[in-house]
C-alpha cells in the first residue's frame, strides 16, 4: 500500500452513516429539529457485555444501543443490523437522544426528566416505524421504567 493511501471503509460502516443521515432527516423534516440537519454523532460498534457495562453497569439483555450524553456518542451492539427495520428504529430512538442533548434536554438529571426523554424517543421510534410498513409497540417497554418513590416517613 502506498504511504498516505487509506483503506477503504467497511461495508457496514458506510451503510450504518447512511442510514444515520437518513433517519437524522427524517427528524428534521417531521420537525424534531431545525433544519439543516445536524451532522451524525459519533457511531461505535460494541460487544454485548462492553454496552452493558457502559449503560446499565451490569447486564441488561437484548439492550441494542445507548446514547452517552455529553459524549455525543452512540453504541451499537456487535452485530446490529441496519437492514432490520426495527433494529434501525433502535437507532432512530437513539438519535432523538442525540438531538435532545443538542438543546439541552440531559442537563436536568431527574428521573422524571429521563422518562420524559424516553417517552419523546419511544413516541418518534413509533412513528418511525409506522411510516416504514413495520409498526411495533416498542413504547410499551416504558412500563419497565420507574422512578422509586421516596419511603413514607
Given at each position: 500500500?502506498?504511504?498516505?493511501s487509506r483503506?477503504?471503509?467497511?461495508p457496514?460502516?458506510?451503510?450504518?452513516?447512511?442510514?444515520?443521515?437518513?433517519?437524522?432527516?427524517?427528524?428534521?423534516?417531521?420537525?424534531?429539529?431545525?433544519?439543516?440537519a445536524?451532522?451524525?454523532p459519533?457511531?461505535?460498534?460494541?460487544?454485548?457485555?462492553?454496552?452493558?457495562?457502559?449503560?446499565?453497569a451490569?447486564?441488561?439483555?437484548?439492550?441494542?444501543?445507548?446514547?452517552?450524553?455529553?459524549?455525543?456518542?452512540?453504541?451499537?451492539?456487535?452485530?446490529?443490523?441496519?437492514?432490520?427495520?426495527?433494529?434501525?428504529?433502535?437507532?432512530?430512538?437513539?438519535?432523538?437522544?442525540?438531538?435532545?442533548?443538542?438543546?439541552?434536554g440531559?442537563?436536568?438529571?431527574?428521573?422524571?426528566?429521563?422518562l420524559?426523554?424516553?417517552?419523546?424517543?419511544?413516541?418518534?421510534?413509533?412513528?418511525?416505524?409506522?411510516?416504514?410498513?413495520?409498526?411495533?409497540?416498542?413504547?410499551m417497554?416504558?412500563?419497565?421504567?420507574g422512578?422509586?418513590?421516596p419511603?413514607?416517613g
Amino acid at each position: 500500500m502506498q504511504e498516505g493511501s487509506r483503506l477503504p471503509p467497511l461495508p457496514g460502516v458506510v451503510a450504518m452513516d447512511a442510514l444515520c443521515s437518513a433517519l437524522l432527516l427524517f427528524l428534521t423534516e417531521a420537525g424534531l429539529t431545525a433544519a439543516p440537519a445536524p451532522p451524525c454523532p459519533a457511531l461505535s460498534v460494541v460487544a454485548p457485555a462492553t454496552l452493558a457495562v457502559r449503560a446499565c453497569a451490569g447486564p441488561c439483555p437484548g439492550l441494542l444501543a445507548w446514547y452517552e450524553a455529553g459524549a455525543r456518542r452512540i453504541y451499537l451492539v456487535a452485530g446490529f443490523d441496519a437492514d432490520d427495520p426495527l433494529q434501525a428504529s433502535v437507532l432512530l430512538h437513539e438519535l432523538v437522544h442525540y438531538l435532545q442533548d443538542l438543546r439541552g434536554g440531559f442537563s436536568d438529571g431527574s428521573c422524571r426528566a429521563g422518562l420524559l426523554r424516553e417517552v419523546e424517543a419511544f413516541r418518534w421510534q413509533e412513528r418511525w416505524l409506522a411510516r416504514a410498513g413495520a409498526w411495533q409497540p416498542v413504547g410499551m417497554a416504558l412500563m419497565n421504567y420507574g422512578c422509586a418513590t421516596p419511603a413514607a416517613g
